[in-house]
């Protein structure tokens, strides 16, 4: 079946089973259509191969901001049931997509809502940059970091499986085709411990504790598509220029005999860019969440209360 019939099944599907529970349940078609979708989306995250980690790696928020954002929103529009008697469509209409004022502002709720789960699913990234203290590596000390140098294999390096290159780290994702989309069929991770020098000393880095997200943004990007076949890698090279922000530690001599100063590990972040890139990065993504939030999402409450009233 081609993708474009799947979508208009899909969509098909999703409206006669909207209606169905609009019957089956004492709430309008606009609220059962919406617990159809958002019982769907969450389903699909959880059953369907590959759909949480692709999502994930897209949007870098993680499971509790999204169920912050589906507690928000089933809280303002609960709460204007509480209060009044929301009419989401026209009068004499019936079901034929006539919005009301308080049907057009509760959608905009819903896209506020969305825009809590960017807000509060970037901000522990925001404040683990903010928190770091910026210096030279050979002034590493045990709490947050952030040392800007090149990249130094530590324990050799692997071959990228799509660039080819020579790399201290890669994350490789094969993808398949779902819906009209693609997701993750299958992930791997390569790559050891490597330093970030910066002419004071070396820092040595745990790449475990790269985020799949910060990777997907900050680290150089390799497609190779053949058809259905469709490969992405994300990989650090030695000597590319980047900013490490993590947590220092003394590291263990017997281990690593070269004079470094201390090692970050744990939630690590690593961009090929400035500390001052870093923070913007972050910042943007909860200052604009935070501010849709708050206007798009506040704005249209306020206007589905008074709706109701």
Do not use: N
Not at 164 to 189: C, D, I, K, N, P
Not at 260 to 276: F, K, L, Q, W
């Amino acid at each position: 079946m081609a993708r474009q019939p799947r979508r208009v099944f899909a969509v098909v599907a999703v409206l006669l089973v909207a209606v169905l529970a609009s019957y089956l349940l004492p709430v309008d078609l606009l609220t059962s259509g919406l617990l159809v979708v958002a019982a769907l989306l969450v389903g699909g995250v959880g059953l369907v191969p590959g759909a949480w980690p692709t999502l994930y790696r897209t949007t870098g928020i993680g499971p509790g901001a999204w169920l912050l954002a589906l507690a928000v929103a089933a809280g303002g529009v609960g709460l204007t049931y509480l209060v009044g008697d929301p009419q989401p469509f026209c009068d004499g209409i019936g079901y034929r997509g006539c919005l009301t004022l308080y049907g057009w502002a509760s959608a905009l709720y819903l896209a506020g809502s969305l825009a809590v789960a960017i807000c509060f699913g970037h901000l522990g990234r925001y404040r683990r940059v903010r928190a770091a203290e910026v210096g030279p590596a050979d002034d590493a000390s045990d709490g947050p970091v952030a040392v800007t140098g090149r990249v130094v294999p530590a324990d050799g390096t692997v071959t990228g499986p799509v660039s080819g290159a020579e790399t201290v780290w890669y994350r490789h994702a094969a993808e398949r085709s779902f819906l009209g989309g693609r997701l993750e069929a299958e992930s791997e991770t390569a790559g050891g411990p490597f330093y970030v020098a910066d002419g004071s000393g070396r820092l040595l880095v745990d790449p475990a504790g790269i985020d799949a997200h910060d990777a997907a943004e900050l680290a150089r990007s390799h497609t190779d598509a053949d058809g259905d076949a469709h490969h992405r890698e994300w990989s650090f090279e030695p000597d590319d220029a980047v900013t490490v922000v993590g947590e220092a530690s003394e590291v263990s001599r017997a281990d690593y005999p070269e004079p470094v100063v201390a090692g970050v590990d744990g939630p690590v972040t690593v961009g090929r860019g400035d500390h001052a890139a870093l923070r913007r990065w972050t910042a943007q993504r909860v200052l604009v969440g935070g501010a849709l939030a708050l206007l798009v999402g506040g704005g249209s409450l306020m206007v589905m209360l008074v709706a109701v009233l």
